[in-house]
């Protein structure tokens, strides 16, 4: 199967009901990423961290291993801002902070996640004006990123979540409708395993604008522990000419380090690398 350069999710510090595996500094994580035999991290952080570049880029040439995606979830999660917000003020500062993972993730060589901080439309609203509204505002933050090199994933979520893109093909459809350029779908196997009727037509349907793939098993604990079939998840990736990162997202259980050994003797047993 085909090369696949392989990424772990990582942060400062996380609760253990969270999908991280490595925490600590982004140099500790990028050190442990690399001895465990992965090729990048992820990594969950504030658009206010201050972060030195000229150490992280050493340690990343040293060890041989990058950093895929910055994500933004915590811009809503801490900070409760989010794109489709009915107050100005705080969409105004959504883009900005926005705009500020894009400058980090420039100088990281790396793309942004888009997932929770898109945020939810109100029951009983009008979609179309919210969809409107978030893909107006996805314009902005997409010609940010690429007039910087800084692609935007937008992560597919399950409904419990989020009520916004929660299928592939939901997202693809957005992505079509506005003519999203620098924008691609990020899918991940939890949440598919929830929300897709066929994970492989789902797979499928983005051929051309896959542009970063979590992975866990149906339970969310590593990949192998469950019933999914990594085997036709990675041939269909293979299918459709996919070339980004997979990227471990799954609970620290029984802990981290034990869930990022398993998942990464599972995967390269599938794809043979
Ligand atoms: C983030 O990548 C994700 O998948 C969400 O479910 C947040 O945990
Ligand atoms: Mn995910």
Redesign the pocket.
């Known amino acids: 199967m085909r090369n696949w350069k392989l990424a772990i999710s990582s942060a400062d510090s996380a609760p253990a009901t969270?999908?991280i595996l490595l925490q600590g500094t982004v140099c500790d994580n990028l050190e442990k990423a690399a001895s465990l035999g992965y090729d990048a991290i992820e990594v969950h952080m504030r658009e206010t961290e201050p972060i030195d570049i000229d150490i992280i880029s050493e340690k990343m040439k040293k060890h041989n291993v990058r950093i895929a995606m910055v994500?933004t979830?915590r811009l809503n999660t801490e900070a409760h801002l989010s794109l489709m917000d009915d107050d100005e003020n705080i969409v105004r500062q959504a883009i900005e902070g926005l705009k500020r993972y894009i400058d980090i993730a420039r100088q990281l060589d790396a793309g942004i996640?888009i997932?929770?901080a898109k945020g939810t439309i109100p029951p009983g609203e009008k979609r179309e004006l919210y969809m409107d509204r978030l893909a107006n505002h996805l314009r902005t933050i997409s010609g940010y990123g690429l007039k910087r090199n800084v692609p935007i994933n937008l992560?597919v979520?399950n409904r419990y979540?989020t009520n916004v893109f929660n299928t592939a093909l939901e997202t693809v459809g957005f992505l079509q409708k506005y003519s999203l350029k620098n924008c691609f779908v990020h899918l991940?196997t939890?949440?598919m395993n929830i929300e897709e009727k066929d994970m492989y037509d789902a797979i499928r349907c983005c051929k051309g604008r896959l542009g970063y793939f979590?992975v866990a098993d149906n339970d969310r604990n590593f990949v192998g522990h469950g019933e999914l079939n990594f085997e036709r998840i990675f041939s269909t990736l293979g299918e459709i000419g996919y070339e980004g990162y997979i990227s471990v997202?799954c609970l620290p259980i029984p802990d981290g380090l034990t869930a990022a050994k398993n998942s990464i003797s599972q995967i390269k047993r599938i794809i043979g690398n």
């Open positions: 969270s999908p994500l979830g996640v997932g929770w992560e979520i979540e991940d939890f949440h979590h997202e």
